[in-house]
């Protein structure tokens, strides 16, 4: 989330009620680190911005709906985007409902304010031959020949690592934050079950496919020793191994994606769009999808129906002879 023009980067707010804020959203709220970091950005803009525009720290108490409408017209006066905005006011409305819940205030002054309508998109997703063909991508550099001029060769437990890592989001559905989070022990091999922790510290069991389990062994098989129960299932090529992080998951996933002819600016979030379009397509029940998806809400799993509808739409514009 860039910073507006008016925040200090690297600048630390002195405010008790954001600490305890930040502090819950790590420890009982369980939030990832991109959640965390992007609300302790939000929440540091509007101080600073309050203090430089009105000469004092935010009261959060004493705050109007008119404070922020005027922090909003200061954000798209920086041209931020909408989805952007959306964001920030997100961060502080969470907040604000933190300060509810612990007495401070008695009503959020941002509830009911309008922000600028975000447009509708629909979700981004593979196609099953290309998701079949980004599987195959990352054993690309294997069957390659070798040349001298090449530069380092590709590890083999890397190439099977990644093919793991792809066959088990595609196969769960996982967010990146809850692949990073998977322990050995949360595989059950004789149900072929994984347990996730998904936002909230919120657990589910979502089913995992055999294939997805075949390439986490042999990806296993190449390690100096298996990993034991509490390590993580996917590891970085560190001497001391830990979790594979978001950002070396989309730069491998973007060197794959253009391995297999496919758009290297997708997302790794892009496998769990696919994940769900595809069970729909397969006539899976939305109530299903929402309970393996780990959403809250079935309005946030209802977007996939818009997918597939489309889809049929175009089927019928081009098949049906009085369409």
């Not at 099953?128 to 550099?141: F, G, S």
């Not at 996730?196 to 069991?205: A, I, L, T």
């Not at 992080?245 to 979030?269: E, F, I, N």
Request: aromatic share 8%; proline share 7%.
């Amino acid at each position: 989330m860039p910073a507006v023009k008016d925040s200090k980067p690297g600048y630390s707010i002195k405010d008790t009620w954001v600490d305890k804020f930040l502090a819950h959203l790590a420890t009982d709220r369980g939030a990832s680190e991109y959640t965390q970091r992007n609300y302790k950005q939000a929440t540091e803009e509007f101080f600073l911005w309050h203090k430089n525009e009105r000469g004092a720290t935010p009261a959060w108490e004493k705050l109007q709906r008119d404070d922020f409408r005027s922090f909003l017209r200061f954000l798209g006066r920086q041209n931020l985007g909408r989805a952007a905005i959306a964001l920030r006011f997100s961060a502080l409305r969470t907040f604000y409902r933190f300060l509810i819940r612990h007495g401070e205030v008695a009503s959020s002054p941002i509830k009911n304010l309008s922000l600028p309508k975000m447009p509708k998109r629909l979700p981004q997703f593979l196609t099953i031959q290309q998701m079949k063909d980004l599987l195959e991508a990352p054993l690309k550099p294997l069957d390659a020949p070798k040349r001298k001029s090449a530069g380092r060769p590709i590890a083999a437990s890397t190439c099977l690592r990644d093919v793991a890592i792809l066959e088990t989001i595609y196969s769960c559905g996982l967010r990146v934050s809850e692949l990073s989070g998977l322990r050995v022990e949360d595989i059950d091999w004789s149900e072929q079950l994984v347990r996730v922790r998904g936002k909230g510290k919120k657990e589910r069991q979502v089913p995992i496919g055999e294939p997805a389990l075949k390439a986490i062994q042999a990806y296993w098989a190449t390690l100096r020793q298996p990993p034991a129960a509490p390590a993580p299932v996917f590891q970085s090529e560190k001497i001391n191994p830990t979790p594979v992080s978001r950002t070396m998951l989309a730069r491998r996933l973007k060197q794959h994606l253009a391995v297999a002819g496919l758009d290297p600016k997708l997302t790794p979030h892009k496998l769990r769009h696919s994940y769900a379009t595809h069970l729909l397509d397969a006539g899976a029940d939305l109530r299903s999808v929402q309970e393996l998806l780990g959403h809250a809400h079935l309005i946030t799993t209802q977007i996939y129906t818009h997918v597939t509808t489309e889809r049929l739409k175009k089927v019928y514009d081009g098949a049906h002879p009085r369409a």
